[in-house]
């Protein structure tokens, strides 16, 4: 069954995240990332960013895995499509951000096997005042079944 328009605003529940050094460090080691923006806490303060930050791509990793949006997808017609982060203050060690994924749109597309209809995740992340870190966009192709 192809999705509807209907789950455009639907949201997850919030959860909230603990920005820690260890997973932070694995995270750059994992990527091949070596910036000492990440590590090295000396390094960081005399940056521009005074201090810690998270490599750009870190958003992908701070979910648990046990958040859900509640509409039924299947897995099997998923295709990770794109990602985009969208930053308006930097990530640092110590944050605790508060996080909700939303439906932000549904559209459909023509392709050479068929109809596909693309799924647009927005992940916001904000500190407990509210204010917006980062929105982590993720972009589903949601294929056609199989005939």
Same mark, same amino acid.
């Given at each position: 069954?192809?999705?509807? %328009?209907?789950?455009?605003?639907?949201?997850? /529940?919030?959860?909230?995240?603990? *920005?820690?050094?260890?997973? *932070?460090?694995?995270?750059?080691?994992?990527?091949?990332? =070596? /910036?000492?923006?990440?590590?090295?806490?000396?390094?960081?303060?005399?940056?521009?960013?005074?201090?810690?930050? *998270?490599?750009?791509?870190?958003?992908?990793?701070? /979910?648990?895995? %046990?958040?859900?949006?509640?509409?039924?997808?299947?897995?099997?017609?998923?295709?990770?499509?794109?990602?985009?982060?969208?930053?308006? %203050?930097?990530?640092?060690?110590?944050?605790?951000?508060?996080?909700?994924?939303?439906?932000? =749109?549904?559209? =459909?597309?023509?392709?050479?096997?068929?109809?596909?209809?693309?799924?647009?995740?927005?992940?916001?992340? %904000? =500190?407990?005042?509210?204010?917006?870190?980062?929105?982590?966009?993720? /972009?589903?192709?949601?294929?056609?079944?199989?005939?």
């Amino acid at each position: 069954m192809d999705l509807d %328009k209907s789950v455009i605003g639907v949201t997850s /529940n919030e959860y909230v995240f603990e *920005v820690e050094r260890r997973h *932070v460090g694995q995270f750059a080691t994992a990527i091949g990332d =070596d /910036n000492p923006l990440y590590t090295d806490e000396n390094y960081a303060k005399e940056s521009a960013y005074e201090g810690l930050i *998270v490599p750009p791509t870190f958003p992908i990793a701070m /979910n648990d895995g %046990k958040v859900e949006l509640p509409v039924q997808l299947d897995q099997r017609r998923m295709l990770h499509g794109e990602q985009e982060f969208l930053y308006y %203050k930097p990530i640092r060690i110590g944050d605790r951000l508060r996080c909700q994924i939303k439906v932000s =749109d549904l559209y =459909d597309k023509e392709g050479k096997s068929g109809k596909m209809q693309f799924l647009k995740l927005d992940t916001e992340m %904000k =500190d407990t005042t509210g204010e917006l870190f980062c929105i982590s966009r993720m /972009n589903i192709v949601y294929r056609s079944l199989a005939k």
